[in-house]
């Protein structure tokens, strides 16, 4: 009789190589602590991804991304893999600042496979990357100055000034994005999702989850929501867990009734390695 699973919350992921084995239903039986050892790099062809993000200033305009760039996610700038830009509004993010020094994004290159680049800051100067981006997901400090955090808001964005893709607030050395896109070769089975209120607490809050598969549209998926002043925060395990294939783009939105509100959104899952494309 198989073992129910107990999900759990990891923060961060692992990437998988697309030359690791693929996923085989009985590496799951070997263990009654799945999650974990999923974390832990130790079944084959699974690992774990934990999505979050904040969006530090809704208001009643319309519908908004819970991501620290405001307004919705510019999905329509990354039609292709495009070339892209860093610069920090602060001088002290340099490679020889108090700041941030250097910089990892994380994304997808032009055939959806998992790419990262590290790119070494020159403060208000913008810098080219190396690769062009289909997608980015996550940005990170990895080193920085004395004073341990990037000191201003770091911004990627389409070469030549366009449109932001991704930032890190001053201090915080990480995106706050509540949007992924599903590698090639790979599924997602998202089994929790966790919503909040930060800020503006009288306010009624709306978090609906969008997915677009590949060649299609976005489809609302899921509707959470929070009302002002009774909770401000709701976690949603699923017993069922949601599968997305490979190009699968997530976009969580949120609306409100209330100006400058501060609303934050997490998702967690497994991501399976597959043969299909």
């Known amino acids: ?31 009654g602590t799945f999650a974990i050892d999923a974390c832990l790099g130790q079944v084959t062809g699974v690992s ?29 700038s990354l039609a292709s893999a495009q070339a892209l830009e860093i610069v920090s509004a602060s001088a002290n993010d340099d490679s020889a600042g108090t700041g941030a020094r250097t910089v990892q994004v994380q994304g997808l290159d032009a055939n959806y496979d998992l790419q990262t680049e590290t790119v070494t800051l020159d403060g208000t100067t913008e810098v ?13 400090v990895l080193t920085a100055g004395s004073g341990g955090v990037n000191a201003g808001i770091i911004t990627l964005r389409l070469d030549g000034a366009g449109a932001t893709i ?20 790979h599924k997602l089975v998202v089994h929790k999702y966790l919503v909040d209120i930060n800020g503006a607490a009288g306010s009624d809050v709306e978090f609906k989850v969008y997915v677009r598969e590949e060649d299609s549209v976005f489809q609302l998926r899921r509707l959470l929501g929070l009302k002002g002043g009774a909770t401000s925060i709701f976690i949603s395990k699923l017993q069922i867990p949601e599968v997305y294939p490979a190009k ?26 597959t043969e299909e494309g």
């Open 1 to 31: 009789m198989k073992k129910l699973l107990t999900p759990i919350i990891i923060l961060g992921f692992a990437f998988i190589a697309n030359a690791e084995p693929i996923y085989s239903p009985d590496a799951s039986q070997q263990s």
């Open 48 to 76: 774990c991804l934990n999505k979050f993000g904040e969006n530090p200033d809704v208001d009643t305009g319309g519908a908004e991304s819970v991501w620290d760039g405001g307004g919705l996610y510019p999905w329509a």
């Open 128 to 140: 080219d990357l190396t690769n062009t981006f289909l997608r980015v997901f996550r940005m990170k």
């Open 166 to 185: 991704a930032n890190i607030l001053a201090g915080e050395n990480q995106t706050l994005m509540a949007i992924y896109t599903v590698p090639r070769y």
């Open 248 to 273: 699968t783009d997530i976009d969580i939105r949120t609306l409100t009734d209330a100006n400058n509100t501060n609303v934050a959104a997490a998702f967690d899952g497994f991501l399976i390695r």
